[in-house]
Nanobody, 119 residues
């Protein structure tokens, strides 16, 4: 199972970016999907997650600005980020909880994509 994240980049404060993370491989099903971020000198933190039923959970710092969504057919999770602030600058990682075709479940991580908010 591999996760491929994309969509990061440089954006001015107040701008928007959309991250995507697609899973591939021997996948039977995917339950939870999420985005985490790690800023320099800080621990990795949860940004947003969405479970198979569609329930979502957001970090307080991004509520009202970020929206997580998923496309089960494409095995892809998205993170729409609006009203970006300099504090949002970090490497963003996606994580998916995958049940493989051998029915073994595990958490898989993407390599990360850099988001830089700066004027």
């Amino acid at each position: 199972v591999q996760l491929q994240a994309s969509g990061g980049g440089l954006v001015q404060p107040g701008g928007s970016l959309r991250l995507s993370c697609a899973a591939s491989g021997r996948i039977f099903s995917i339950s939870a999907m999420g985005w985490y971020r790690q800023a320099p000198g800080k621990q990795r933190e949860l940004v947003a997650e969405i479970i198979s039923g569609g329930s979502t959970n957001y970090a307080e710092s991004v509520k009202g600005r970020f929206t997580i969504s998923r496309d089960n057919a494409k095995k892809t999770v998205y993170l729409q980020m609006n009203s970006l602030k300099s504090d949002d600058t970090a490497v963003y990682y996606c994580k998916q909880r995958v049940m493989r075709t051998d029915l073994i479940t595990g958490d898989y991580w993407g390599l990360g994509t850099q988001v830089t908010v700066s004027s």
